[in-house]
């Protein structure tokens, strides 16, 4: 319900920012990448498009870095304001994600953190979140995945509806502007 309610009211917005898109770069509005969610079920999940187009070998191994040249002026300013996240309220819906939840990732990038990281694939016990304990406290972008994962862990060993309710909140109070956004 959550999820329809939020498409709903930003609707308007997101047809500004599909304009905006169009209007500063050639290419799809709508940027579709596989990731793994729940069980290391693939699925499909989608954002606004802040890069050129580019091949699908590029966008599923690359990692954006800070000044990422792929990077679209406007798609900058979607990044730092996360508003190329809101089609992801799309994947809630569909039941691909969860509002609240660890990030997921990309194939590609799974196989190399199952191995390097300690327990990296527990977070594929639960549904993916648009947002996250993590990303809350600023483990977004390219921070250390190490800590990204103990923060994940820590958000599924204690979970609570409290704890979603205050991760949203960090969310919408400090996660529209963020300095590791890029």
Do not use: C
């Not at 793994?36 to 699925?43: E, I, N």
């Amino acid at each position: 319900m959550f999820s329809l309610f939020v498409l709903i009211v930003t609707a308007p917005l997101m047809l500004l920012i599909a304009l905006g898109i169009k209007l500063t770069s050639p290419g799809p509005v709508i940027f579709r990448q596989e990731r793994l969610g729940r069980h290391r079920r693939p699925f499909i999940m989608y954002k606004f498009r802040t890069m050129r187009v580019m091949d699908k070998e590029e966008s599923d191994t690359g990692w954006t870095v800070e000044n990422d040249p792929r990077t679209t002026r406007f798609g900058r300013f979607l990044r730092k304001t996360s508003l190329d996240e809101l089609p992801q309220f799309w994947n809630v819906l569909k039941g691909d994600m969860s509002v609240v939840g660890p990030r997921p990732e990309r194939p590609y990038y799974t196989e190399i953190f199952k191995e390097e990281v300690p327990r990296y694939m527990v977070k594929h016990h639960i549904r993916p979140g648009i947002t996250g304990w993590a990303q809350s406290n600023g483990l977004r972008g390219d921070t250390s995945i190490e800590q990204r994962i103990q923060h994940d862990l820590f958000y599924i060993e204690n979970w609570t509806f409290l704890l979603d309710l205050k991760i949203i909140l960090k969310t919408i109070l400090y996660g529209f502007r963020n300095k590791n956004a890029y």
